[in-house]
């Protein structure tokens, strides 16, 4: 959260600086206010003591944050003392542009919350950041927060689980950024209602959050442009039966996606995405990761962490289904430091790169390498012959990837790059190292570059290369 005031914001004549303004009380309200802005709160209000020109100069600060960690375990007893501190020092403001408030005591008393945020949607507050350990209450935020006109901005995030009871009425007309982590929504109507009434959020992001039975939870955002939703079935923040997530948002850019597919998601018509991330643990909801990858048809740039590239039985005719991806220039591919990437028999990998006709850029965090018993890759995706400029593979064994590299090198007419990361530096790997680089090249422009990314230390893993440039 901002502690400080846009200089773009602080518009200071020259002649309200007073010709004998010798030292730093002579200099005006707004301007001192601007100075303890960029101070911690528990630090601009300990000038007060000072003098009495200091008493209330804290107060032209807009931005209150209260994360000190002495608050963390505060003896329950005290709170009343706390609650008292925050009320005051909000009370003493006119305007309030940020607050945040970060506490891990068990003990919190969710009312004094509610009368906090109520002084402050009073003072048109427009960046509020919530962290709080857990409470037991459902109505943890006041009705009046859900319908503030000047919020921007608001991250409420819980150590352990809250459930939120939404109110009846939920219109965040200025809201432009909203987070929500370890939430427990209570009612399937007023959730869709809550995400159907931002019609400037920007950039959504659910973190853990639970759906309880919901059948359908739908996203309604025109304006949206970046979408985050991390859950994992193991953590038990799902619900029990999964749930359908719609996202409607014809201007979203950027998507990431890490979690189990325990729930189905659909990007519906996301003609603009430009990025996407998708990252699965549990290799059991196949179909609902090839659902998403249908909707992912426009995307430029494709992350995949996967734990397991092969296609179980019962969704090979999803593969039937997956579009074109038109767009999509660059790929990059990984999963486990260990994990391999078996070209041929990666029926659903295989099916990307072919229909990926203008691919570009292919990152291969896992080890490349074909089947044992073949020494060519086939088919041979389109791309690789007519539009792939630079890759970058990870090897753990030259003599596996041997085959793959010879086939590649063969068959790529345009690479320009070709980045090999190596994870040891045994002699075998040296001697592996000089076969590759003699292999024959169809590109006159390729350059093989070699990499050791095994730094012999105690943490037995694997660095991977980065290709910032592209």
């Known amino acids: 959260m901002a502690r400080n005031t846009s200089e773009a914001n602080l518009q200071i004549a020259p002649e309200k600086l007073e010709d004998?303004?010798?030292?730093?009380?002579?200099?005006?309200?707004?301007?001192?206010?601007?100075?303890?802005?960029?101070m911690e709160t528990r630090e601009a209000v300990r000038t007060s003591t000072l003098?009495?020109?200091?008493?209330?100069?804290?107060?032209?600060?807009?931005?209150?944050?209260?994360?000190?960690?002495r608050f963390w375990f505060i003896k329950e007893n005290l709170w009343k003392h706390v609650g008292d501190y925050v009320a005051r020092e909000i009370h003493l403001r006119g305007f309030v542009r940020s607050f945040g408030f970060e506490v891990r005591h068990y003990g919190i008393v969710a009312a004094l919350l509610r009368s906090w945020i109520t002084e402050l949607v009073m003072r048109n507050v427009q960046d509020v950041s919530l962290f709080l350990n857990s409470s037991d209450e459902h109505n943890v935020l006041?009705?009046?927060?859900?319908?503030?006109?000047?919020?921007?901005?608001?991250?409420?995030s819980i150590g352990g689980i809250v459930s939120l009871e939404l109110p009846s009425t939920i219109y965040f007309s200025n809201l432009k950024t909203l987070s929500l982590r370890n939430v427990?929504?209570?009612?399937?109507?007023?959730?869709?209602?809550?995400?159907?009434?931002c019609p400037v959020l920007e950039d959504l992001t659910l973190n853990d959050c639970r759906w309880s039975d919901f059948q359908l939870i739908n996203i309604c955002a025109p304006k949206l442009l970046r979408l985050t939703i991390f859950e994992r079935v193991h953590f038990g923040y799902t619900s029990p039966h999964g749930c359908r997530i719609t996202v409607f948002g014809p201007n979203l850019t950027d998507f990431v996606y890490d979690g189990d597919f325990f729930n189905e998601h659909y990007l519906y018509n996301a003609t603009s995405l430009e990025k996407a991330c998708i990252r699965q643990g549990c290799v059991e909801h196949h179909n609902h990761l090839y659902q998403l990858l249908q909707c992912l048809s426009s995307v430029k740039d494709l992350e995949l962490g996967l734990d397991d590239y092969e296609v179980p039985k019962g969704v090979g005719e999803l593969l039937d289904d997956m579009p074109m991806f038109k767009n999509l220039t660059r790929l990059d591919v990984n999963g486990f430091v260990h994990g391999s990437l078996v070209l041929n028999s990666n029926i659903g990998l295989m099916k990307l790169l072919k229909n990926s006709p203008r691919l570009e850029v292919l990152k291969a965090s896992w080890v490349f390498r074909l089947p044992l018993d073949q020494d060519d890759i086939n088919p041979m995706p389109p791309c690789f012959r007519s539009h792939l400029k630079i890759i970058e593979v990870h090897i753990s064994d030259g003599k596996e990837s041997y085959n793959a590299l010879k086939s590649l090198l063969r068959n790529a007419h345009v690479l320009k790059k070709l980045v090999i990361s190596f994870c040891c530096d045994s002699k075998r790997d040296k001697f592996w190292e000089r076969r590759i680089l003699k292999?024959?090249?169809?590109?006159?422009?390729?350059?093989?570059?070699v990499e050791r990314s095994y730094d012999g230390g105690e943490d037995n893993f694997c660095l991977f290369h980065d290709i910032n440039e592209i």
Do not use: M
């Open 20 to 38: 004998n303004a010798k030292n730093l009380s002579d200099l005006p309200d707004d301007i001192l206010g601007h100075i303890l802005s960029f």
């Open 51 to 69: 003098s009495k020109r200091w008493k209330y100069v804290r107060t032209f600060t807009p931005n209150l944050v209260f994360d000190d960690f």
């Open 142 to 156: 006041p009705d009046c927060l859900f319908t503030c006109k000047s919020l921007v901005h608001f991250k409420f």
């Open 184 to 197: 427990r929504f209570l009612n399937e109507h007023s959730t869709n209602q809550l995400f159907s009434s």
């Open 439 to 449: 292999l024959p090249k169809i590109s006159k422009d390729c350059k093989v570059i």
